[in-house]
């Protein structure tokens, strides 16, 4: 009768044992499910939102011909076109900004960001941009949308005041990011970063999981 359950006893241990092991192997599949995009530049993501948010597909098309009326982008690269298509358009680009300097600022972000979409995406950036899960495509824009390149960098894009931030989602976890966005002299006491406390708790995480891929 102990050798029974004795035998029993091991047989649980054993399944036990292979039960975490199999948990541990979706965990580490799970993992390597997760697509890096520390190598894509914000700007480039956030310039597919503009894109779609400002209208440009209204009379454009991202295709290599025309659809119907809508011309295609990549025939019309030329610079100076460009910004002097932007400028007639600006009332369509624009933010509603009361205040001028800012307007130019904001014109000049969205210019940059529209151009690295359209001009300067790779075409296998472009099928990483597009098969982006919608949380993490809303919080990279939402990263954007909120001057995160104003201090950091990501792919070799922004400013170098706060960290890079392309390696950043191996270093943190999902609920430090929110604890940080909320807090970030927590973390940091010295640091310039300002308290993203007012955004909601939802965006929070938007961008939390955004970050996340950046490795």
């Known amino acids: ?66 659809e119907g009326k809508r011309t295609p982008i990549k025939k019309m690269r030329e610079p100076e076109w460009f910004d002097a298509h932007l400028k007639e358009k600006s009332e369509i680009v624009l933010r509603q900004e009361k205040n001028r300097r800012k307007r130019r600022r904001v014109f000049r972000e969205e210019k940059q960001a529209l151009q690295a979409f359209l001009f300067a995406a790779t075409p296998e950036e472009r099928k990483q941009i597009d098969a982006m899960p919608e949380n993490v495509f809303a919080g990279a824009y939402l990263a954007y ?61 938007k961008i939390a999981d955004y970050l996340l891929t950046l490795k």
């Open 145 to 205: 949308q909120n001057r995160c390149l104003r201090c950091h960098s990501i792919a070799g894009v922004g400013k170098d005041i706060g960290p890079d931030l392309s390696k950043v989602g191996n270093k943190h976890t999902k609920e430090w990011f929110i604890k940080n966005f909320i807090n970030p002299k927590q973390f940091a006491p010295d640091t310039q970063m300002p308290s993203f406390a007012d955004l909601p708790r939802a965006d929070l995480e």
């Open 1 to 66: 009768m102990k050798k029974a359950a004795f035998v029993s006893g091991l047989m649980t241990f054993f399944f036990i044992v292979a039960i975490m092991g199999f948990a541990q192997d979706k965990h580490e599949e799970k993992k390597d499910k997760i697509v890096s995009y520390g190598h894509i530049a914000l700007q480039k993501i956030a310039g597919k939102k503009l894109y779609f948010l400002k209208k440009c597909n209204d009379c454009h098309t991202l295709a290599a011909a025309a």
